[in-house]
Antibody, heavy 125, light 106 residues
């Protein structure tokens, strides 16, 4: 049974870089038909897609975050990671990693079928 | 950006009743729409993908319909564990989520 687990600092200083890792257990990140995803949720508020990546390394970013964002994958460790630079208080949120299960193709559709438990990241000095 | 508008914002129902949740897209998303349930302190759980396909392990009382810009999630015969916040999400152009409908106990 595939499980995802986020790890990283819970407190980040303004203007610094937020870095999180998602570890995949119970299955290989190299499996076909999945996109490895970061999603965040401001406390009590809406869900926001950050971006996702294929195990081959091709990544797609939310255009609103693209200039500050890097998503990478390490297949040898069965992990993928998020780096968001120049953070402000507006980046305070619960950060989830999730697996997108592609349906007919990975270009559209499907659903986020497995989620990590989420990790709260607070941006504050 | 495709905006998803969910209605109503809040729904108060009793166990055994039927819930009908709506999601409207600002432009066509074809059938590339999913539904999730979220309970306090938990990650969202996938219920429906591609408008009408139930995810693995989801009970048959959950059903999805619609295409283009108008979608519906129906929960027939509400169970006590069905209360929570429900979100729709599109993956036609990038990914966006709706603002949620809270289904509460009447």
């Amino acid at each position: 049974q595939v499980q995802l687990q986020e790890s990283g600092p819970g407190l980040v200083t303004p203007s610094q870089t937020l870095s999180l890792i998602c570890t995949v257990t119970g299955g290989s990140i190299n499996s076909d038909g999945f996109l490895w995803t970061w999603i965040r949720q401001h406390p009590g508020k809406d869900l926001e897609w950050i971006g996702y990546i294929f195990s081959s390394g091709g990544a797609y970013h939310n255009p609103s975050l693209k200039s500050r964002l890097a998503i990478s994958v390490d297949t040898s460790r069965n992990q993928f990671s998020l780096n968001l630079n120049s953070v402000t208080a507006a980046d305070t949120a619960i950060y989830y990693c999730a697996r997108l299960h592609c349906s007919n193709s990975c270009s559209q559709g499907g659903g986020f079928d497995i989620w990590g438990q989420g990790t709260l990241v607070t941006v504050s000095s | 950006e495709i905006v998803l508008t969910q209605s109503p914002a809040t729904l108060s129902l009793s166990p055994g009743e039927r819930a009908t949740l709506s999601c409207r897209a600002s432009q066509s998303v074809s059938s590339y729409l999913a539904w999730y349930q979220q309970k306090p302190g938990q990650a969202p759980r996938l219920l429906i993908y591609d408008a009408s396909n139930r995810a693995t392990g989801i009970p048959a009382r959950f059903s999805g319909s619609g295409s283009g810009t108008d979608f519906t999630l129906t929960i027939s015969n509400l169970e006590p564990e069905d209360f929570g916040v429900y979100y729709c999400q599109q993956r036609s152009v990038w990914v966006t989520f709706g603002g949620g409908t809270k289904v509460g106990i009447k």
